[in-house]
Nanobody, 120 residues
Framework: VQLQASGGGLVRPGDSSRLSCAAS????????IAWLRQAPGKEREFVAT????????VYADSVKGRFTISRDNAKSTVYLQMNSLKPEDTAVYYC??????????????WGQGTQVTVSS
């Protein structure tokens, strides 16, 4: 599985931004794509994941109601729409992937990170 993340940048508090993760894989069956993030001086944390086949989603409590993860099967791309951004959302965001359970948090496949900075 190969992942290519894009998007991010500098945004103001309250603004929106969208990240993209292009996923190339031999099979998308049972593939789950996730977004994780790591802020300076903090551990990496789970943000959201989506199941490719059925579209099921799971979110971290910290982003529920503000972030939406979705996939476009035709484009083999997963999106993270981020609304009402807060300074504490500032982090390097990574897309990652695994096969199998949507609830597991070990991801063997990783894309490069993309910086999101929320600041006035």
């Amino acid at each position: 599985v190969q992942l290519q993340a894009s998007g991010g940048g500098l945004v103001r508090p309250g603004d929106s931004s969208r990240l993209s993760c292009a996923a190339s894989a031999r099979t998308h069956t049972s593939l789950n794509i996730a977004w994780l993030r790591q802020a300076p001086g903090k551990e990496r944390e789970f943000v959201a994941t989506v199941g490719w086949s059925r579209g099921g989603t799971v979110y971290a409590d910290s982003v529920k109601g503000r972030f939406t993860i979705s996939r476009d099967n035709a484009k083999s791309t997963v999106y993270l729409q981020m609304n009402s951004l807060k300074p504490e959302d500032t982090a390097v965001y990574y897309c990652a992937a695994r096969y199998g359970s949507l609830w597991a948090r070990d991801y063997p496949y990783w894309g490069q990170g993309t910086q999101v900075t929320v600041s006035s």
